[in-house]
């Protein structure tokens, strides 16, 4: 089998394996009742029940973990018991329990039927642990009545200190409810790793690597090497550039200042445009830095501004490290930070850009994703849907492992099951920091596994199950259409399903505008220029499997007095006056430019095709104008300024033999009037 081969396979498997259908395992959804939970008044919901819902967060390696259901009191004389329902009734044949940490307290297991009648499923004697972590296991001969809930009631006494329980499974089948969670293994996962070299690595720690969205940058932080700034060398932001003539990294350089100062420095994300770069940090202007984050944009003469701080409502971290993240949009900031309503630890959060220029207070994006323990270094990709993160709260193969989840909706909040990345990226070491560029063929991540010195930065090619939404690279310029100079403005780009919207300030200085889409989602495109009539253009490239760079100028028309304009996009059924809803975004413009300009009229003129009646086509030319007028009108604009002609299908502007023609004559055109 070759290495490409390989690689895919054994990420695949590891992908599928949370998802084998004979085993049939149920995880308690839902926490009916609870003798006691611990609690802090310093800490957040570690240690509460709710960690004992879903799949376990510390197998196989078992510990001490705040992702895990503690009792109030270490030993409780009056003892604890916990009841946890499931997701439907179930038949069953054995019952899993995490036992995570302290196990050898459980007394008995009950089931409660569809009548909460407790059925006794086992006892357990003194002394049944092996170890100070397992998992109990009940096996029953015959499967039981159907059960909604289980009880596990314990004597906290037997074992001296806290007893945790991470974790109840079910099943109706023979299958060990721990295979189930079997992680897959290969032993030559190190050799398709590819250690970027002694361009990039050092004997000193490189983490943090972010690849620009065009692939040809890569940015990343290191710590305590020689060359850099002051005397503690503390961490600073070094550059590579792809080199395309030699398939190469250049020799990495040191980022000049401001970016990089006597205080730690790390970059975060990079636009799609390449020109605004997400710091960590807030840079103070006498050289020193706040907790925060900022963002600096690329100047005219090709320095880089001073880092400018992002004010997010209400941001409190109590960990002393936070990692952040935007979305392709620039309106989205995903951060990590430990608030009062963290699971445990620092949590993933995301706050929403407002209008204000500031951000709105982090929200938790939930328990799918956020476990006890901390989760770290998330990355939004370019498609703006698959997010990679570090945690140690999910199964994995070692300390902390990079996993991948997806946006599932246009709130943010909800989230894909977190599936591992594998063994060819995961390691019994410390793994994060796993950055992806548009073209999704490579990953960029830190590991210590192998490594040139401390921590160094490797790369993999990903396999199709983990790579991110394929994307479209739109790119040009706006152009005026009847000079064809170019001409500084807004680009709004909106799906054309859902809510997602990017806005890009085109500055032809700064060379082309520059955006990525998910390929999938059709969008539209809108240039936004005062004195100029603007244009929506549909484009859908579902069809597209592959990342594709696309080359678009976009044209403008000034506006003049006495000139005739076509309205696009202007739609009524077939034979009916009544206008269609999707005609008022390019209504809405019109009423805009006579709004700024309020000594202008407006002459509406109205055509049809030549098929049918003359006198009925004349009408109805008519009607489909005067319908146009009652709209903007409405919108605030005096009647007086605007008039109307009919002129059927008396002036062609293509012919009428074919449909494909017929339909370039059913149209509304104006023409703006001066007093």
Known sequence: MNL?????????????????????????????????????????????????????????????????????????????????????????????????????????????????????????????????????????????????????????????????????????????????????????????????????????????????????????????????????????????????????????????????????????????????????????????????????FLLRTGDWSFPKALKILNFKNKSEFSEYSLAPNGKILVMTTEMKDSFGGKDIYVSFWKNDDSWTEPRNIGQVVNTGESESTPFIAPDGVTMYFSSSGHVGYGNNDIFLTRRLDDTWLNWSEPENLGPIVNTVQWDGYFSVAAQGDYAYFSSVENSLGAEDIYRIKIPEKAKPLTLIQMAGQVLNQDSQETVAARILVKSVAGTDSLWIDYDPYLGDYSFMWPAKKAFTMQVVKDGYICRVEKFDYSSERNFKSILRNLLIIPIQLNKQFQIPNINFDQSKAELISSSYEELDKIVKILKDNTSFKILLEGHTDNQGDWNENMKLSLERVENVKAYIVSKGISANRVRVKGWGGTKPMASNMSEERRKLNRRVEFTLQGD
């Open 4 to 296: 490409k081969i390989r690689l895919i396979f054994g990420i695949f498997c590891c992908l599928l394996v949370f998802n084998l259908p004979a085993q049939r395992v149920r995880w308690a959804n839902k926490v009916i009742s609870v003798s006691s939970e611990y609690s802090d008044p310093l800490l957040g919901l570690e240690f509460r029940s709710l960690h004992i819902l879903g799949k376990p967060s510390k197998y196989p390696t078992f510990s001490n973990s705040p992702s895990a259901w503690q009792s109030l009191t270490p030993d409780n004389p009056a003892g604890e018991y916990i009841i946890v329902s499931f997701d439907s009734l179930s038949s069953v044949k054995q019952v899993a329990i995490f036992e995570n940490y302290g196990a050898g307290s459980i007394v008995r297991v009950d089931g409660l039927d569809e009548n909460n009648k407790l059925i006794l499923l086992k006892e357990f004697s003194p002394g049944y642990a092996l170890k100070s972590a397992q998992i109990t296991s009940i096996k029953l001969p015959t499967a039981t009545v159907p059960l909604r809930a289980i009880k596990i009631s314990m004597n906290s006494e037997r074992i001296k200190g806290y007893s945790q329980i991470d974790a109840i499974g079910i099943s109706d089948s023979d299958v060990p409810v721990e295979e189930s969670l079997k992680l897959n293994k290969d032993a030559n996962a190190y050799s398709f790793k590819e250690n970027l070299g002694k361009e990039i690595n050092s004997l000193y720690n490189e983490i943090c690597p972010v690849i620009s969205p065009d692939g040809k940058k890569l940015y990343f932080t290191r710590w305590k090497h020689p060359s850099n700034m002051g005397k503690n060398k503390n961490q600073d932001i070094w550059v590579s550039n792809w080199q395309a003539d030699t398939k190469s990294w250049s020799k990495a350089e040191l980022f000049p200042e401001p970016i990089n100062n006597d205080e730690n420095n790390a970059v975060c994300g990079i636009s799609p445009n390449g020109k605004t770069m997400l710091l960590n940090n807030v840079y103070r202007n006498d050289g020193q830095m706040e907790k925060g984050v900022s963002m600096s």
